[in-house]
């Protein structure tokens, strides 16, 4: 059964880190890109950050460059998402999502992260 599963949201104070983590199965990881994704209230799902297959590529969104770090581990079928120095403007549901260009694109049910004091 294919799958993508958030997990390492929650509540945290400005400044602080989480981790998210997207458990993917039912596919293999190592042929697709991977990305994260956000959405807060009342605002369109935008795009974070993102990995080539291999790893040897990435791309982060000006708003979070210096601060955040995409990853994966193929081996694990998991890709991650390392978010320090949080901003209450990083509040949002963060998506997973894995692509193979031209074939497939799945998502995961998003996680809450929420940054308050």
């Known amino acids: 059964q294919l799958q993508l599963v958030e997990s390492g949201g929650g509540l945290v104070q400005p400044g602080g880190s989480l981790r998210l983590s997207c458990a993917t199965s039912?596919?293999?990881?190592?042929?697709?890109?991977v990305a994260w994704f956000r959405q807060a209230p009342g605002k369109e799902r935008e795009g974070v950050s993102c990995?080539?297959?291999?790893?040897?590529?990435?791309n982060y969104a000006d708003s979070v460059k210096g601060r955040f770090t995409i990853s994966r581990d193929n081996a694990e079928s998991t890709f991650y998402l390392q978010m320090n120095s949080l901003k209450p403007e990083d509040t949002a549901v963060y998506y997973c999502?894995?692509?193979?260009?031209?074939?497939?694109?799945?998502w995961g049910q998003g996680t809450q992260v929420t940054v308050s004091s």
């Open positions: 999502n894995a692509r193979l260009i031209f074939k497939d694109d799945y």
């Open positions: 039912g596919f293999t990881l190592d042929d697709y890109a």
């Open positions: 990995i080539s297959s291999s790893g040897s590529s990435t």
